[in-house]
């Protein structure tokens, strides 16, 4: 082809004929659908084109109350059914959102901006695999903690972030329900949709009224569940500064709580590494959902002698990159969350090119309406720069160089955080070597951003403590004796 000649894809947009969002949507307290004490109901808006989704409840301190006393009330008859009749309900969740896949696709991606490639064939699925996985535990948690009495908590107060609302749902609800404690749930306020869709869901299958609570509202709603007197558990994903003001709150009381919070995580190619995979990996590990993941692979570090051509091969992957409509089946970098994060990401840009580092950008057109950041990197950067330091959460990576094992070690240890990591070398030895030093909850072996149901998943240091998925994930909902 001519060098100069342009060429393009030709549009594959999924359809949203078949999605239903309703017009305006309440609170889901007691199985029963309940108007806001507020009055409030806010803007769901979608980040690819500005456009008015829907409107969510504010729910208040009466509201939250409600929801807790729902909870509470339901609790006794739930922990006490037999657990094979609870791995029935649970079961069911999961089969219901398997049928309504598509729809639930397409709404993830139209209230978050993440391209329809990814909500179609990771975050639903995986949604569904974790109630899957959960509902086959709940008869069998003698075999789980084994010699010991396994009891639930009582009441999960459960707050999750914006960047993955479905599956964090899921994370959270499923091992709550298998091991007999009831649940208020509040999504983050961008992207409150698909919990509302799951909210529906509960209902079709008759889940016993109250064991699952759904209140929609912002920062206040869920300050007010972790304050509220009558919880016994909160599962918490989201930032490490609102992590900490729930650690702070919880003090000295006997909440149990799980923080699961940010990360700036290390993506480290060695020398002896297959070179164009690991390429894809830095390009999944920093761009899979626009970078909004708490273990992206934000900083990269490339041994020296090989620094120029995984370089020159990445720049060269960059401009590949299709960025756009989410809900095109081409795109491969979707749109930016919210406004706030967009302003966030290029104030971090900004910071990026006053500090002195050097910046690539691909040129690429990006819809003139909408959040929308073009794949960014960062050379010339050392550890003390803010962009290496601190969590940007878009798309953006700094990569950095390094001659030696305990050089690289050391500088992906300097960080606050200690959420993921990722090897990439064909020595199996250096893997483990490897996975041994580096303080990180999770660490990849030459792929990156790979979860499973039954794979433990959650930080050290400031990325927060406790662990979902696997068997851990039940263990952080019981109390065993
Ligand atoms: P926030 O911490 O701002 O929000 C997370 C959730 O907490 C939202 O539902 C939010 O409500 C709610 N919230 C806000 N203030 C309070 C408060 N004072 N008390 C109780 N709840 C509150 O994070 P973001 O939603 O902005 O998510 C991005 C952050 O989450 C990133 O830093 C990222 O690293 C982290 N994260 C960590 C993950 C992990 O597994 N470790 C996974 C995903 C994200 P509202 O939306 O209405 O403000």
């Given at each position: 082809m001519n060098k100069k000649e342009k060429w393009s894809l030709s549009p594959s947009l999924e359809s949203t004929q078949h999605v239903s969002i309703q017009k305006q949507y309440s609170l889901y307290i007691n199985g029963k659908w309940v108007k806001p004490n507020s009055g409030i109901y806010f803007p769901s808006i979608?980040?690819?084109?500005?456009s008015h989704l829907s409107s969510v409840a504010h729910a208040n301190e009466k509201d939250v109350d409600l929801a807790v006393k729902a909870a509470r009330a339901a609790f006794p008859s739930w922990s006490k059914l037999a657990p094979s009749e609870r791995a029935k309900y649970i079961y069911r969740i999961a089969r219901v959102m398997q049928e309504k896949s598509r729809e639930l696709a397409v709404v993830e991606t139209l209230d978050g901006g993440k391209p329809i490639r990814e909500s179609r064939d990771i975050d639903i699925p995986l949604a569904c695999n974790h109630f899957f996985y959960y509902a086959g535990w709940a008869d069998k948690l003698c075999y789980a903690f084994p010699n010991r009495k396994v009891e639930p908590l009582g009441v999960a107060a459960q707050i999750i972030p914006w960047n993955f609302p479905l599956l964090m749902a899921a994370w959270k609800i499923a091992p709550a329900l298998a091991t007999g404690n009831t649940v208020v749930l509040k999504p983050a306020e961008s992207t409150s949709l698909t919990a509302l869709k799951l909210a529906e869901i509960i209902d079709e299958i008759g889940l016993p009224k109250g064991v699952v609570n759904i209140i929609t509202g912002f920062g206040d709603t869920g300050a007010a569940l972790v304050n509220?007197?009558?919880?016994n558990k909160i599962a918490f994903t989201g930032s490490t500064q609102v992590g900490k003001i729930i650690q702070k709150a919880i003090v000295g009381t006997s909440k149990k709580a799980t923080l699961e919070l940010g990360g700036k995580s290390a993506n480290i190619i060695f020398d002896d590494a297959p070179i164009d995979q690991a390429v894809e990996g830095i390009v999944n590990g920093i761009f899979f959902n626009q970078g909004h993941?708490?273990?992206?692979?934000?900083r990269l570090f490339v041994q020296e002698n090989i620094a120029d051509k995984v370089i020159r091969k990445l720049k060269l992957r960059l401009k590949s990159l299709y960025v756009g409509?989410?809900?095109?089946?081409?795109?491969d970098i979707g749109a930016i969350n919210s406004k706030e994060q967009l302003e966030i990401i290029k104030s971090f840009i900004s910071v990026g090119k006053k500090e002195g580092a050097e910046i690539y950008q691909p040129t690429c057109e990006i819809p003139k309406k909408g959040y929308y950041c073009p794949p960014t990197l960062f050379l010339n950067v050392a550890q003390s720069h803010t962009i290496v330091q601190e969590e940007i959460f878009g798309p953006v990576l700094t990569i950095q160089t390094f001659r030696t094992i305990d050089e690289v070690i050391q500088k992906a240890n300097n960080t606050p955080y200690g959420l993921a990591a990722g090897v990439w070398t064909d020595k199996g030895s250096r893997i483990f070597n490897l996975t041994t030093k580096l303080k990180a909850g999770v660490v990849w072996a030459n792929t990156y951003n790979k979860f499973d149901p039954t794979s433990p998943f959650g930080g050290y240091k400031e990325s927060g403590f406790g662990r979902e998925g696997g068997l851990h994930g039940l263990a952080a909902y019981t109390k065993l004796s």
């Open positions: 979608n980040p690819a084109d500005e509220h007197p009558d919880v993941v708490c273990c992206a692979g934000s409509n989410p809900l095109d089946k081409n795109t």
